[in-house]
């Protein structure tokens, strides 16, 4: 088996999907994207097609070491998401060579269902009870949300007590059995992060994420030791194994990699077996589409120390297109009681529309996010 060709699409509301495919007929999907910057990776795997047009599929590690390290300069947001969706794809022809979901490829389940949440905002107040009371009776049993929109590094006592208020109100709807997970964005510094920390303890968050920003991870061993028992996470920004070693000796409770981001399902597998060694649970960053969410669960079911998983179902970014939206068979993300259910499909167990995404690629998207600016007028972190 040798690839033939390798095809990217532009797919809204912000998405990349690869297709690669295989001179006996059998195709992979995946879905390499930074989200802003879809067209920086869609011309880094146009880069790497040159390499792997001609190659046996099925030498997935061999090609992932080529990818990463034979250009000399390694690593970052462009170059790991490119190689992540490539990744995807080949595991996903791999699957389907085998007859067998990628998971069993992975050494096998250790568990029949995985844990999803939904995403509630949690900018706007007026909404947010009603927002999480949907979700429930949707059948999921946690959310996460912002901790805040556009705010201050330095938060005011009215700032903290707002977020604090909004984190209550879901608690409230939530009741103590289910969960509310918080994300900071990076939005604070890190004083007013420890801050907010010591005020959300009392609502038993199940974790507060991306509470300093990626560059501060100098800081992150102090802060989780001032975080007391409150879960922090982080790892949506990243990248590989060497990444997320200090983040995991700095005591962080939660690896947070993006398949799409980190390197696809060969090096998140690798993030969550590190993060095992430190006691610290998986829960794989995915506000993205249907290639990267199945990517995701195949990890998660093969995962001992998974904790749960994000999914874009309804999330704020789906406008033009949604999870579901260029998938043949939806069944695979059914969720039933709050959890994704495993299926024997093989490969990544999706079916892409491919009528459908060869035509939004036609018009392609050029979504790009948003840029903050404080009151005073100087950048703000989105």
Known sequence: MKITRIETFMVPPRWLFCRVETDDGVVGWGEPVVEGRADVVRAAVDVLAEYLVGQDPLRIEDHWQIMTKAGFYRGGP?????????????????????????????????????????WVGGDDPSRLADEVAAQLAAGFTAVKMNAAGRVPPHPSAADIAGVVGRVAAAREVLGPERDVAVDCHGRFSAAGSRRLVHELAPLHPLFVEEPLLPDQGHLLAGFTAAAGPVPIATGERLFSRGEFLPALQAGIAVAQ????????????RRIASLAETFGASLAPHCPLGPLALAASLQVDFATPNFLIQEQSLGIHYNKEADLLSHVVDIEPFRFQDGYAVR??????????????VRAADRSPHGWRNPVWRHADGSFAEW
């Open 78 to 118: 462009v170059l790991s998401s490119a190689v992540a969706g490539l990744d995807q794809a080949l595991w996903d022809i791999a699957g389907k060579a085998y007859g067998a979901p990628v998971y069993a490829l992975l050494g096998g389940p250790v568990r029949d269902r995985a844990r999803v949440y939904a």
């Open 257 to 268: 990699p993006d398949l799409s981001h980190a390197g696809g399902i060969s090096e998140a």
């Open 343 to 356: 299926t024997d499909r093989p490969g990544l167990g999706v079916e892409v529309d491919e009528k459908a």
